[in-house]
């Protein structure tokens, strides 16, 4: 029987590609979409061609799974993205990744998105030197991120910096220092998204 990897990575398998839903795990060898080469479950079997409206669904999953919304969450950023001027997929997944718990995981504060929703929601973090407790939040081209300057903050802030893999992305810039800080160079484009996304997929979803 094929060894259980656990939920998270069922879903990278599920999907057909990593989601790094599991922080610095998906980055090693130890990723269970990496160990495994066959779907999860002691029956195997081979999967049929995808019709038109499953492979439009499976796009729209994975970007909800990647950055943690849920339907009604998501909803609503598609329908900011269509009364937004420009291409309507970039502000979409330009809107998903101003969120504040995403930013906090991509520049290394937090192992993945989850844990950084749960240190953002706990108050470890400010925006421009103001609390801020929303996961959701937006930020803007230059704003300050900082660790509160706190024993409890620092220390769990500091162990994710000093264990990060991934690249800090272009529209993002860390301060080194005592007290962790990352500032907001840029909105993020269609170039900084990390994840790999047929966006026109989910247009046509939606706007159905």
């Known amino acids: 029987m094929a060894r259980y990897t656990g939920p998270v990575c069922r879903l990278c398998r599920r999907d ?5 839903l599991k922080g610095t795990r998906c980055d090693t060898p130890k990723c269970g979409y990496d160990r495994r080469d066959s779907p999860p ?14 492979t439009q669904l499976r796009e729209k999953q994975k970007v909800k799974h990647y950055y943690g919304v849920l339907e009604r969450q998501f909803r609503s950023y598609f329908k900011r993205a269509t009364q937004a001027s420009g291409n309507t997929g970039d502000v979409l997944l330009s809107l998903l990744e101003r969120r504040f718990d995403n930013v906090v995981h991509r520049l290394g504060f937090g192992q993945s998105r989850a844990q950084a929703r749960q240190l953002i929601s706990h108050g470890h973090f400010t925006v421009n030197g103001q609390f801020v407790d929303i996961a959701s939040f937006q930020v803007r081209t230059g704003d300050v991120i900082q660790v509160k300057n ?7 802030v500091v162990a994710n910096v000093s264990e990060n893999q991934r690249d800090v992305p272009d529209f993002l ?11 907001v160079s840029r ?3 269609v170039e900084d998204i990390s994840i790999p996304v047929q966006v026109q997929l989910i247009i ?5």
Request: net charge positive; hydrophobic share 35%.
């Open 41 to 54: 479950g002691m029956h195997q079997f081979r999967r049929g061609k995808l019709t038109e409206y499953a």
């Open 150 to 156: 706190r024993k409890k903050s620092l220390q769990a």
């Open 187 to 189: 909105l993020p484009e």
């Open 173 to 183: 810039s860390v301060v080194e220092g005592a007290i962790p800080e990352g500032r």
């Open 16 to 20: 057909g590609m990593k989601l790094f």
């Open 204 to 208: 046509e979803l939606c706007s159905k």
